[in-house]
């Protein structure tokens, strides 16, 4: 019996020992996220591209449009993947054979427990592959969208498309921010793009009717979704961000104290503010736009702080200071911002109301005050259109970066 016995184990360590390894495919996936287990239709679906270097590290371009995210924290371990994207804390962790990917997307992290079904295909790199036929319509140009029409949550946006045969790159702009680098395609009547950069994970689907308006579905979250309704409209417009926001009649002056991500106070009160011109920008370490405005304005310091020019993020995060700092350390770290950055509290309106206390108006993240040499308030802003924007972007960039060379050359 103790023969038998031995000769089993053996036969089995052989057997285990002869068991090939899970071998990780390089090359082009088709990800999807399922926000909403029930309807399939809203999936997120998002290109990425697995490569190795002669050195063995590995790396993931997920793609949108015209923008590539390259993912380098990237953990495998037996047959299981685990990938963080940068700057934000979203995380992929997935278990993989040689041809798909199956497992868990956590748009805040592990730690956050929230978890929405993941899959990716390998070889595969058509975004909507259930949709085949050419398309019937061609859907480039301005759109006028109008969201959860004829509700009290009612929103203009506006949306600008470009189709090259079925295939669709643009963007939707909102009253405090766009939807960023969508994509996706027209196939016969249906219209369907989407968008995942780690913070984002968006979808807007539409059936496009004979006369060539659409009526669509967006989903950006289990409790983010909405209806909408769009017709071609070459003249539609949003306010500038300026418009939307101003500073209250007989308001005090403007002041704050918030830790820095060390925990050491920062007033605006400070002499290292005084005859400076200073930009406060009310932010979220968790907010694509908000990134997107910190990267310009990452640029901007970089150009003019030895001409007098001070910028503080004022970051809305989680609850305390303590379990915001990592988030606030890390955004820092992959941004390369160099001005400073403080906890001014947990996100939300209401957080955002009481810090900017001398504000009327609409208030989005980001919001963005700008303050002249003498410490009065020049400009107040909300929203940003980011890079994804295209023309948008350019102009906002030429416009603010004039406005600032102005506040700068104007004496105390």
């Known amino acids: 019996m103790k023969k038998i016995l031995l000769f089993a184990l053996l036969a089995s360590a052989v057997l285990f020992a002869c068991k090939p390894k899970p071998f990780l495919q390089p090359g082009p996936y088709l990800g999807v996220i399922r926000i909403d287990s029930t309807d399939p239709s809203l999936d997120v679906p998002f290109n990425m591209t697995l490569s190795v270097s002669t050195?063995?590290?590995?790396?993931?371009?997920?793609?949108?449009?015209?923008?590539?995210?390259?993912?380098?924290?990237?953990?495998?371990?037996?047959?299981?993947?685990?990938?963080?994207?940068?700057?934000?804390?979203?995380?992929?962790?997935?278990?993989?054979?040689?041809?798909?990917?199956?497992?868990?997307?956590?748009?805040?992290?592990?730690?956050?427990?929230?978890?929405?079904?993941?899959?990716?295909?390998?070889?595969?790199?058509?975004?909507?592959?259930?949709?085949?036929?050419?398309?019937?319509?061609?859907?480039?140009?301005?759109?006028?969208?109008?969201?959860?029409?004829?509700?009290?949550?009612?929103?203009?946006?506006?949306?600008?498309?470009?189709?090259?045969?079925?295939?669709?790159?643009?963007?939707?702009?909102?009253?405090?921010?766009?939807?960023?680098?969508?994509?996706?395609?027209?196939?016969?009547?249906?219209?369907?793009?989407?968008?995942?950069?780690?913070?984002?994970?968006?979808?807007?689907?539409?059936?496009?009717?004979?006369?060539?308006?659409?009526?669509?579905?967006?989903?950006?979250?289990?409790?983010?979704?909405?209806?909408?309704?769009?017709?071609?409209?070459?003249?539609?417009?949003?306010?500038?961000?300026?418009?939307?926001?101003?500073?209250?009649?007989?308001?005090?002056?403007?002041?704050?104290?918030?830790?820095?991500?060390?925990?050491?106070?920062?007033?605006?009160?400070?002499?290292v503010f005084r005859g400076k011109v200073v930009i406060v920008e009310a932010m979220g370490t968790w907010c694509p736009n908000c990134m997107d405005e910190s990267l310009y304005l990452k640029d901007v310091y970089d150009r003019y702080r030895e001409q007098g020019l001070e910028i503080v993020g004022l970051c809305f995060e989680d609850k305390t200071f303590e379990v915001s700092q990592g988030k606030m350390q890390r955004f820092i770290s992959q941004t390369g911002a160099a001005y400073k950055f403080l906890y001014a509290g947990p996100r939300g309106g209401g957080s955002l109301r009481t810090v900017l206390y001398v504000a009327d108006g609409m208030l989005a993240f980001p919001t963005t005050i700008y303050i002249d040499r003498k410490g009065t308030i020049r400009r107040m802003e909300t929203g940003f259109s980011g890079p994804g924007t295209g023309s948008h972007y350019d102009d906002l960039v030429r416009e603010t970066t004039g406005f600032i060379e102005k506040l700068l050359a104007e004496k105390p």
């Open 55 to 271: 050195d063995g590290q590995r790396v993931i371009e997920v793609t949108n449009a015209g923008e590539t995210i390259l993912v380098n924290e990237i953990n495998v371990s037996n047959d299981s993947l685990y990938l963080r994207f940068p700057i934000f804390y979203s995380e992929i962790v997935c278990r993989f054979t040689k041809d798909s990917l199956v497992g868990s997307y956590y748009p805040k992290g592990r730690d956050a427990g929230i978890a929405y079904m993941f899959f990716a295909v390998a070889g595969q790199t058509d975004r909507f592959p259930g949709h085949t036929e050419p398309a019937a319509f061609n859907v480039s140009g301005r759109w006028r969208i109008m969201e959860n029409p004829g509700t009290p949550d009612s929103n203009l946006m506006v949306g600008e498309f470009r189709q090259e045969s079925g295939l669709v790159t643009g963007t939707i702009l909102a009253n405090g921010g766009d939807y960023r680098y969508l994509e996706g395609k027209v196939s016969g009547n249906k219209f369907m793009v989407s968008a995942m950069d780690g913070a984002h994970s968006l979808a807007f689907v539409a059936d496009i009717a004979p006369d060539g308006s659409m009526n669509g579905r967006f989903i950006g979250g289990p409790r983010w979704k909405s209806v909408w309704k769009a017709v071609k409209d070459s003249t539609v417009t949003l306010p500038r961000g300026q418009d939307l926001v101003k500073l209250k009649k007989g308001a005090p002056r403007f002041t704050f104290t918030f830790p820095d991500v060390n925990g050491q106070p920062v007033s605006l009160d400070d002499t």
